[in-house]
Nanobody, 121 residues
Framework: QVQLVESGGGLVQPGGSLRLSCVAS????????MEWYRQAPGKQRELVAG???????NYADSVKGRFTISRDNAKNTVYLLMSSLKPEDTAVYYC???????????????WGKGTLVTVSS
């Protein structure tokens, strides 16, 4: 059984910062891409940032220069440092990973349950 568990969400004022964490656990051989998505009320889920196992990163235009994704591969963990937060960043943030398990011949994708980030004064 593989689990992705997010933490670090909460209420923050505009201009503030938060760091989200996502830990992957279970019988895992390797993890390839790890990503953060978000879903605001009434909107579709969107990709926020991604990081490959080799260290390449990509960001949505709306968060470039404000958010930083990083990984600790030894801990199967991905982080999202969010700075200069805006009310429009309010959403449930989900962790998403492509990983290889011993039971499967190829990578499969998994989702966490999400953590709520609210940006409000």
């Amino acid at each position: 059984q593989v689990q992705l568990v997010e933490s670090g969400g909460g209420l923050v004022q505009p201009g503030g910062s938060l760091r989200l964490s996502c830990v992957a656990s279970g019988n895992i051989l390797s993890i390839n891409d790890m990503e953060w998505y978000r879903q605001a009320p009434g909107k579709q889920r969107e990709l926020v940032a991604g990081a490959t196992s080799g260290g390449s990163t990509n960001y949505a235009d709306s968060v470039k220069g404000r958010f930083t994704i990083s990984r600790d591969n030894a801990k199967n963990t991905v982080y999202l440092l969010m700075s200069s937060l805006k009310p429009e960043d309010t959403a449930v943030y989900y962790c998403h990973a492509f990983l290889l398990r011993p039971e499967a011949p190829w990578d499969m994708d998994y989702w966490g349950k999400g953590t709520l980030v609210t940006v409000s004064s």
